[in-house]
């Protein structure tokens, strides 16, 4: 009995041991080495004709993908054509090219289960191609009939813009729609950037209209084009220049002199809809990619609204008072022209007035008070991270490659990029903060039924003005 009492004592005291041994520390005391990472290669090379090209090599799966970039996009709509770009787009891929009708190379790409898409944005139009690597040769030939020879056919084109048009009638349905489209009515008013698709310009846009516009921006020396998957360099170069070698042509690129016009004096736009909750759009216009202060801002922001549950807007306005469920905020790093800064949220209607005025507290506080090296820590950390990880796809890498290059960026804009990153300081937080945000100045959009919007008004120093949900237009003048 004895022996048996020493060995159950003995066994505890092994016990404790192994618990202490292998005691769980806090997650933010653990030490890792740091992580080694090399930015992937891509390749680059160039037709006779100046189609340029980004390639890489990846035979995991008997796949490839293409993306295409071309300038094209809404920022060179003629003045009464908004919609223009998005229209055609849709049209070159559904409505026929060379000597295929739409149902025909709707038909192929379905038996060689091949993914075809055309868009377009505010600068670009881009086509995305993903096939099996076997059937590389012939989606690219198709490929290229929609860049060189689109049939624009009639039905087809009056079929995508019926969809268009009933898009637009119901885009009011959606207030986070009508939020955004009253925000950069208000900051780029009658730029392009701000005009904004109407059944009146999409009623009277002609096919002319998209052979025109199509014959103007599709030129060989205006084509980027990003390839990665199952393919080696020689067959791709064999299989582009038989589907765009022979194409000719010289892209007369338009100025980017556009000055903007200024925007619209600060004020509180309130579209009135009737409902429980009400969407918040607040702020004013941002910067774009060549800004020095890119990377503080960066950080400011993740600090301020884009950093999800570690931000200050969603703990001081969801986590603790929980007054919104969604509340943001995020620079847009305009690519030739200076973007937009937005801080957004959606409360109900009774909260409205403090959430507005906490949003605004927010950044005052980040223009007046260095942020805390926690904060600064956990946001370049993540930011750097994020950076790593987004190049785990290898189309992801070579299209992300071929974007900066079609908008300019320089050469070590990647290499250098948590760098930059992790050289920002505390100070550059508060200088950026100061230089950028204007509370006071900012448009605020809301859209559904606040309480006492003259009051909220009022608090704010802002005239309260009316957003037509027709023509966003008040007092009678457009924005």
Known sequence: MKNFGIAILLGLAVLCGCSAAYRSEHPEDLEFTPLAFELPQVETFQLANGVRVFFREDHELPLVSVTTMLNAGKIDEPENRSGLAELHATAMRSAGAGDMTADEIDAYLEMVAADLSVASDAYATTMSLSLQSADVEQGLQILGDMMRRPRFDAQRVE??????????????????????????????????????????SVGTITLEDLRAFHKRFFKPDNLWVAVSGDIDRAALEGYLNDALGD????????????????????????????????????????????????YALRVLDFILGGGSFNSRLMQNIRTRRGLAYSVYSYFQVGRRLPGVFIAGAETKNSSVSEVTRLMRQEMQTLMQTPVTQEELKTAKESLVNSFVFAFEDTHEVVTRVMRLAFYGYPDEYLSRYRQRLAAVTAGDVLAVARRHLHPEAQTLIMVGNPEQPDDIADALGLPLKTVDLEGFSSEGESN
Not at 178 to 188: E, H, I, K, Q, T
Not at 272 to 282: G, I, R
Request: aromatic share 6%; charged share 30%.
């Open 247 to 294: 194409w000719s042509g010289r892209f007369d690129r338009p100025k980017d002199s556009e000055t903007l016009p200024p925007p619209a004096p600060p004020a509180l736009w309130l579209a009135y809809k009737d409902v429980p909750q009400t969407t918040l759009l607040m702020g004013e216009r941002g910067i774009d990619k060549n800004d020095p202060d890119l």
């Open 159 to 200: 079929l995508a813009r019926r969809r268009m048009l009933e898009n637009i009638r119901r885009q009011n349905d959606r207030p986070a729609v009508v939020a955004r489209r009253a925000f950069l009515s208000a900051l780029y008013r009658n730029h392009s950037l701000g005009r904004l698709p109407t059944l009146d």
